[in-house]
């Protein structure tokens, strides 16, 4: 049941981003369990509801690249995902190396995986959701080649029934709250720009920057993750780029037919100050609209100066 009036969303996508993973014992900066993070955020997304139709991973999957990395990494998302009867969408970003994330996530051989770029097409129930590498053999920026491009091109020349979620590690918008980022940031963004222009993309999705952030681009609207393994401190004290352990995230992407909402959800609890219990929706959604808004809207209602006591209530 819906308490307002919109419908429920058509899609749902769970956005994660720079899991980092590393070999079994290894930790990141020599503090970081990446494991943590990335275990917390599937926790959290297995209780949601309406459970993601998918679940896609921009990029910065492994530290190293290491095969052991990818091999744990498939070891905690996909019985997960196949519980939930989530797709689950692999992106490349700059900490991967393109024959080990092609053997060990799609089976390829690997000189298969160095000879091209990791470009794939997946449709979730109708919605077309493109992975385009950005990396970069060698260096942390990103680039997309004229190759990309043609294909990228000819992929979006036929619309798809629900549109199309563009989904790359390095995001083609501004930096304003970490200027260091903008020498790793993808290269000769007004390339792509051309290609998406009056293209069904609905929405650009990326991560690289271990923050949440949006904007737009070419007209899209573009949703950054952060990060479950580290983030970045977007506000530092006399710092240059300060990365802390503390703060990490994912985004749900909830698609309507002429919307998409993005909302952060932190991987890790936090103490509750005040709510119900579970089964108060099944009291609520018995009152009549009226009732209903009497009851939760009404400044003076019995719930809001204590008349009303509900079990569970904090």
């Known amino acids: 049941m819906q308490f307002g009036q919109y419908p429920a969303p058509g899609h749902t996508v769970a956005h994660l981003s720079d899991p980092h993973l590393l070999a079994a014992g290894e930790r990141q900066y020599g503090v ?26 921009t990029g910065d999957l492994a530290d190293k690249a290491e095969p052991e990395a990818y091999a744990r990494l ?3 998302v996909e ?14 970003g700059n900490h991967d190396e393109r024959a080990t994330y092609a053997d060990a996530l799609f089976d390829e051989k690997p000189g298969e995986g160095e000879a091209r770029t990791q470009d794939r097409v ?3 129930d109708g919605l077309r ?3 385009l590498d950005t990396s970069v053999p060698g260096y942390h920026h990103g680039e997309v080649t004229d190759a990309q491009l043609a294909w990228l091109a000819a992929e979006l020349a036929t619309p798809a029934a629900h549109g199309t979620l563009l989904a790359l590690h390095h995001p083609p918008i501004p930096i304003p709250m970490m200027p260091a980022a903008e020498v790793i940031e993808l290269l000769d963004q007004s390339r792509l720009a051309e290609v998406l222009e009056g293209t069904d993309v609905r929405c650009i999705l990326g991560g690289h920057f271990h923050y949440s952030t949006y904007s737009t681009f070419a007209g899209i609207p573009v949703s950054v993750a952060s990060a479950t393994c580290y983030t970045s401190d977007p506000a530092p004290l006399a710092r240059f780029v300060s990365g802390v352990d503390g703060h990490q995230a994912m985004t749900m992407v909830h698609l309507y037919e002429d919307r998409i909402v993005h909302t952060v959800v932190p991987v890790d609890e936090a103490p509750e100050v005040s709510g119900f219990p579970s089964d108060v929706r099944e009291q ?6 009226e009732d209903r808004r009497e009851l939760l809207s009404r400044k003076d209602s019995p719930i809001y100066t204590g008349e009303m006591q509900v079990p569970g209530m904090v």
């Open 79 to 92: 019985p997960i995902a196949a519980e939930m009867g989530a797709q689950v969408i692999w992106v490349m």
């Open 129 to 131: 959701i493109i992975s």
């Open 32 to 57: 970081i369990d990446t494991e943590v993070g990335l275990a917390l955020a599937l926790a959290r997304i297995a209780r949601l509801d309406p459970l993601p139709q998918a679940l896609v991973f």
């Open 122 to 124: 997946h449709d979730v």
């Open 284 to 289: 609520v959604e018995a009152l009549s609209p």
């Open 74 to 76: 498939r070891e905690l």
